[in-house]
């Protein structure tokens, strides 16, 4: 399984859903900011690696994140409220400029009178059906500040 983001614009995506199938858990190295890596380490013991100064959540042998569990095919994140906010992003991606994919128009989004470019991950098997994406806008754009401004 490739493990590249395929990102289109929200508009083209317009809805998602997480339909729990933790694939997302499967395939990327979950990058941790240091204040996550602390308190994970602290609770959980040594979840996090430390690779050139960067943080990331440890895996387990057949390459998942060391925190996905299973029930059948749904999936479950036994740290769910305290997932990493990488983790709460995904699949969504903000930039202040346009990525070099598609129609930069299908990922404008205004935002206190600018104009940012909200992403989506087409290789989540959510995207496209599900809630609206535009509702759910301002959440991930909450969350984006979050994370780019946790040290
Ligand atoms: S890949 Fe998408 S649908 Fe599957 S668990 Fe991750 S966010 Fe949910
Ligand atoms: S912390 Fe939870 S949501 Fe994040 S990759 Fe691990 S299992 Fe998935």
Redo the contacts with the bound molecule.
């Keep these: 399984m490739g493990k590249v983001h395929n990102y289109i614009g929200w508009r083209e995506a317009e809805r998602w859903k997480c339909t729990r199938c933790g694939k997302?858990?499967e395939k990327y190295i979950?990058p941790l900011k240091f204040s996550e890596a602390l308190t994970l380490t602290r609770k959980y013991g040594p979840v996090a690696l430390n690779v050139n100064g960067k943080y990331y959540?440890t895996k387990k042998a057949d390459g998942s994140?060391i925190?996905?569990n299973r029930k059948g095919p749904i999936a479950y994140?036994s740290?769910y409220l305290e997932?990493?906010i990488c983790?709460k992003l995904y699949p969504f991606h903000i930039t202040r400029r346009p990525l070099k994919v598609g129609n930069p128009k299908s990922a404008e989004l205004k935002w206190r009178g600018e104009n940012i470019y909200l992403y989506v991950d087409s290789t989540c098997p959510g995207t496209g059906s599900g809630y609206p994406i535009r509702s759910l806008a301002s959440k991930i754009i909450q969350l984006w500040g979050r994370y780019k401004s946790i040290p």
């Design positions: 997302c858990c979950v959540l994140c925190f996905l994140c740290i997932r990493p983790c």
